[in-house]
């Protein structure tokens, strides 16, 4: 009864990355979002943690400043010749397209998820932090 209680009654916070017509879970603390910039053609990257019910934006990394960057951020010093800017901002839940072209992709510890393969190009995802019964998450889609 008690083992039936804890299923029922237990809530395991997550990554949940909602497709529409799939979901998938993640249980890490963090994750970085990698993807080509659509104009400079160069690799960008930021890099989430699960904070409580909400996503922390902690660091952005890109080649060069221009349109769509942040200003407000700090500068990280950084010999890779990339630009490191701290941002340190909390997202309720966020929302993107992801694409082939993009090579939109989740980077997790030593795994590489490209969410491309996982949708029709151009589809949006909703990543948000969940908390799921233990029932769900072990019956549902892993990243």
């Known amino acids: 009864m008690l083992v039936l ?3 029922l009654l237990f809530r395991l916070p997550v990554i949940h990355f909602d497709f529409g017509n799939e979901q998938y879970f993640l249980t890490e603390d963090e994750f970085t979002l990698k993807w080509i910039h659509s104009v400079e053609k160069e690799e960008w990257l930021e890099m989430y943690e699960r904070d409580g019910d909400r996503l922390l934006l902690t ?3 890109f ?3 221009g349109a769509g960057v942040p200003s407000d951020g700090e500068i990280i010093s950084s010999e890779d010749g990339f ?5 340190n901002q909390h997202l309720p839940q966020m ?3 992801v694409s082939e ?3 939109t992709t989740i980077l997790i510890e030593n795994k590489t998820i490209p969410l491309y393969e996982l949708t029709d190009d151009y589809e949006f995802v909703a990543i948000s932090i969940e908390r799921i019964h233990l029932w769900q998450y072990i019956g549902g889609k892993k990243l």
Not at 83 to 87: E, G, L, T, Y
């Open 5 to 7: 209680l804890f299923f």
């Open 59 to 61: 660091e952005t990394v």
């Open 63 to 65: 080649k060069t400043f």
């Open 83 to 87: 630009v490191h800017m701290r941002i």
């Open 95 to 97: 929302n993107l397209t």
């Open 101 to 103: 072209n993009a090579q």
